[in-house]
């Protein structure tokens, strides 16, 4: 049966008697490291919007369907507008007879006017031609707007796309009559995107403090980040601080709903690092070589803790300025090894 123990034992005296010719080797430092917490995040858009009807109508046309892409301003509902289309006439039809009889108000007030300065009419004529030309002003301004207000409602049987993007889905359907208020059509767009990701409470204030945060893809690469915005209020049910950070590249290759790791700095402390290669690991043991004074290699029991790219960190078992080496593989299983296997296996006898 393996046992970590004999193994443990059997390299601790094979060491001794290995020649530790030009090993390579790391000297144990220490410094300071930056304990980082991984978090899960999700991409999401930026601007991402319902669009609902202004007017009441029936869909005649639906340009567009769900995932096509579209630009700003291309036509993606358009409504039944021969009620608007007969209003408008209607208003203009009005604005028309207001300027007419504005026409007629003016020509009388003028003569009016002419005739009262040679003291031919009386006051009162004058005054009462004054305020019809004052209330056919009026009447022209009421009807202006009615024609604006008809010109509008007609354009809202035209829903335009406010910005380009891509249609998520579709709340109606060609034939259906819709009223204002009633969502259309929902979409997003993909130029602007941002990483959301949910804080553990006890880290929130060092986090808003750092206003430091590291977005990774699965496959490693880091994504560049913008501005950061911390949530000032906590989800009830999770206990947890939304943070938001800005895209800066999305590069067309990040969509809506992916999952992204996010490194966020939570403390600071000094530890003692080497090299990861150097640790030998066999079953529950943990062990490097240290080089002695006389540049023997000596196995040594550790604890270990993170890895940091290369770097491993040293929880117990080694201190600062030590030698270990670097690659052990060139003492582990070398031919070395067969010059005392003779005494290892008296020894487990």
């Known amino acids: 049966m393996f046992s970590p123990r004999r193994l443990f034992v059997t390299l601790l005296m094979l060491s001794p008697v290995m020649a530790a010719a030009q090993l390579a ?13 991984h978090l899960d995040g999700v991409i999401e858009a930026v601007q991402q919007s319902t669009v609902s009807a202004q007017t009441s109508g029936t869909v005649r046309s639906l340009p567009y369907d769900v995932d096509d892409s579209v630009a700003a301003g291309d036509l993606i509902v358009q409504l039944e507008d021969s009620e608007q289309r007969s209003r408008l006439r209607q208003a203009e039809a009005g604005l028309e007879e207001a300027e007419a009889s504005l026409s007629d108000a003016q020509q009388q007030f003028g003569r009016v006017e002419s005739v ?11 005054d009462q031609a004054r305020n019809n030309l004052a209330a056919a002003r009026a009447r022209v301004e009421r009807a202006s707007g009615a024609v604006a207000e008809a010109e509008e409602q007609l354009s809202y049987t035209r829903v335009v796309a406010p910005y380009g993007g891509i249609l998520t889905e579709r709340h109606v359907e060609v034939g259906e009559s819709v009223n204002p208020g009633q969502p259309l059509l929902s979409g997003l767009s993909l130029e602007q995107l941002r990483v959301v990701v949910d804080l553990p409470q006890k ?8 206003r430091q945060a590291r977005v990774t893809l699965a496959d490693g690469r880091v994504l560049e980040t913008g501005e950061m915005t911390f949530y000032p209020y906590a ?6 601080f939304r943070l938001r950070m800005r895209l800066n590249e ?14 966020v700095p939570v403390a600071r402390r000094e530890a003692l690092w080497v090299p990861a290669s150097s640790l030998i690991q066999r079953s ?7 080089l002695d004074d006389e540049d023997r290699p000596r196995l040594r029991q550790v604890r270990a803790g993170v890895q940091e790219d290369s770097q491993l960190e040293i929880l117990s078992g080694l201190s600062e300025g030590e030698r270990v080496v670097a690659n052990p593989s060139e003492l582990v299983g070398s031919d070395r090894l067969n010059l005392v296997s003779d005494s290892v296996e008296e020894a487990n006898q």
């Not at 880290?203 to 750092?210: G, K, N, P």
Request: glycine share 6%; net charge neutral.
């Open 25 to 37: 080797f790391e000297t144990v430092e220490r410094r300071l490291f930056q304990e980082t917490i």
């Open 116 to 126: 009262y300065e040679r003291g031919l009419v009386s006051r009162q004529e004058f």
């Open 203 to 210: 880290y929130a204030e060092l986090a808003r403090t750092e």
């Open 235 to 240: 989800n009830p049910k999770t206990h947890t």
């Open 250 to 263: 999305p590069n067309g290759s990040l969509f809506p709903g992916m999952l992204v790791k996010v490194g």
């Open 284 to 290: 529950e043991l943990r062990a490097v070589f240290v």
